[in-house]
């Protein structure tokens, strides 16, 4: 049993939150052997604060520890609900960026061995991570999609969610590939604004096609109409300062397109819905 | 009536699955009975706004879920289980209910964690929320299922086939969970299982190829069999189906053999008489 007590302005500080560090420390550790400062401050406690801060220790402990894709987006301030969705993306497990790593490092070391195969890279590149987006919404892959198109979650704000998370993780593979070429860096980097302008023209489909059928029409174009000039040895048709200028004009355009028409556009997340 | 479909018809490709059907559901459990393909999943993902149809009216909670702003208003209301709902494997039970969660737009952390604890004390999963969907057993992985459907207190609950897959003691558990569920709100339910729609549902259409055989309620579907039923020592050559029970006697269902005597109908004798008679179509009101 202690022999002092706890004065009734400490009483009332520490009550309400307002005791400096110290004076908290030794409220609380006093507080633990002595059931007569417990009955005195038990009036000044306000109960909702108690409450608020106990749910939220019970939620710290109860809720579990998100793993670490979720963390590391969560330390980037994507938010953690965003980062739960992102981990949920069908393309970012392991096996889909492994098998875009390897077409794509067989294709630049196929680079280095021909001239013609080099060029052909750069028509390969952006389909790597224009599949990643197509993977994303893929009936058979995205295995919640059922359960996600009849939530009320808003189709284009999950679209492009998705879309950047498998651009930030598909668009460094593909550069550690192009750097892997013989020749200029410049090469290496050709196929960056053909990506966006590409993808950007795919998500603005998705108003009338679902994103699987948008990427397809978008990569299906973009083989046939490069395939020729690269073989042909003309790449600069397709990738040469002007093509460029184009893919950005493309791209912003796409994106400004999807700005402009996001309360008015339902994205095709799925057949019919 | 929280589900009003009108004149529904779907096709894919050459296949019809829906034709030209009506349905009525409100509070309480509707079930939806019918063989593999009879249109009942095509019926259900309409009314989980998953699909549209080629033709028809659908109201579900007052609203047309054709327009757009409409159809949100129907998924923040709505709960939906799917025939075959995927799973995360690599999330837990916690996660994954979580996740369904943010995509319903429950947006504050902890009144979603909330939120999410409820569901999965409700099914029963609150002793294996941290395990991973991987490691459940089919039947845990279907209450998971349920419990990402319960989110949200829905208006209108839209399962699938809730009771495939499970084991007799698991089955009657989710009986149990339905039938609670169906307390102040509308669930519309498939199975093909006659044993669940009898002990579950107010409400029963039969499908047979795409369209509504039947409506009525279970003891109006069952009457459908009176006087059609016989109990015999053989089995009847004209009956439209024939089995030997437990005790030894044939159960005919349709035309009786020499001898055989009436005995009361269930809800399976009614569900194979109309199946196997192609003319008969009935509805009651």
């Known amino acids: 049993m202690t022999a002092w007590h706890l004065d009734p302005e400490a009483i009332r500080r520490y009550a309400r939150g307002a005791a400096p560090p110290d004076l908290a420390a030794s409220a609380e550790a006093h507080l633990m052997t002595c059931p007569a400062c417990r009955d005195a401050i038990a009036p000044h406690v306000d109960s909702r604060r108690v409450e608020a801060i106990w749910h939220e220790v019970v939620d710290r402990v109860d809720a579990p520890r998100p793993s670490w894709p979720e963390r590391v ?79 009320p979650y808003p189709g284009l704000r999950l679209l492009l ?101 996001r309360h008015t556009v339902t994205i095709k997340l799925g057949r019919g819905a | ?108 952390r902890r009144a979603r964690h909330d939120e999410v604890r409820r569901v999965i004390e409700l099914t029963g999963l609150a002793s294996v929320s941290a395990k991973r969907i991987r490691a459940l057993s089919g039947g845990m992985r279907r209450r998971v299922g349920l419990a990402q459907a319960l989110l949200g207190d829905p208006d209108l609950l839209v399962l699938d086939e809730p009771t495939v897959g499970l084991d007799p003691e698991q089955r009657l558990r989710f009986r149990e969970m339905i039938s609670q569920a169906g307390e102040g709100r509308t669930v519309v339910l ?6 669940d729609i009898a002990a579950l549902c107010t409400r029963i259409a039969l499908f047979h190829q795409g369209r509504v055989r039947f409506t009525g309620t279970p003891a109006e579907l069952t009457a459908q069999a009176a006087g059609r039923v016989w109990a015999g020592s053989e089995r009847s050559a004209a009956a439209l189906a024939a089995w030997r029970t437990g005790d030894g006697t044939f159960r005919n269902v349709g035309d009786p053999p020499a001898g055989a005597e009436l005995i009361p109908p269930t809800l399976e004798d009614a569900y194979l008489l109309l199946m196997g008679e192609p003319g008969l179509e009935v509805t009651h009101s």
């Open chain 2, 1 to 108: 009536m929280t589900v009003r479909v009108q004149g529904a018809t779907k096709s894919f490709g050459r296949t019809t699955a829906l034709d030209s059907v009506d349905l009525d559901a409100g509070h309480g459990v509707t079930g939806l009975l019918g063989p593999n393909g009879a249109g009942k999943t095509t019926l259900l993902r309409i009314i989980a706004t998953v699909l549209a149809p080629d033709r028809g009216t659908v109201t579900l909670l007052g609203c047309d879920p054709s327009r757009p702003d409409d159809r949100t208003r129907i998924r923040e209301r709505l709960g939906y289980l799917p025939q075959d709902a995927g799973f995360h494997r690599g999330f837990t039970v916690f996660e994954f209910v979580d996740y369904v969660a943010i995509l319903k737009q429950l947006t504050d």
């Open chain 1, 73 to 151: 987006l969560a330390r980037l301030g994507a938010g953690e609900a965003t980062a739960r969705l992102v981990a949920a993306t069908p393309t970012l497990r392991g096996p889909w960026l492994l098998g875009i790593a390897a077409v794509l490092a067989l294709a630049a070391w196929a680079g280095q061995v021909d001239e013609r195969l080099l060029r052909m890279f750069l028509v390969a590149a952006p389909l790597g991570p224009l599949a990643g987006v197509a993977v994303a919404f893929a009936g058979g892959l995205d295995l919640t999609r059922e359960i996600g198109i009849a939530t």
């Open chain 1, 161 to 261: 969610i998705r879309t950047a998370a498998v651009l930030a993780a598909t668009v460094p593979i593909v550069a550690a590939a192009g750097l892997a070429l013989p020749g200029s860096r410049w090469l290496a980097a050709a196929w960056l604004l053909p990506t966006a302008g590409l993808t950007c023209a795919a998500l603005a489909l998705t108003a009338r096609v679902t994103p699987v059928v948008a990427v397809g029409v978008v990569a299906t174009a973009w083989v046939l109409v490069t395939t020729p000039a690269a073989i042909a040895g003309h790449p600069d048709l397709a990738f040469g300062a002007g093509a460029q200028i184009c893919w950005l004009a493309v791209a912003i355009g796409g994106g400004a397109w999807l700005a402009v028409t």
């Open chain 2, 190 to 195: 498939s199975s093909h299982q006659t044993e």
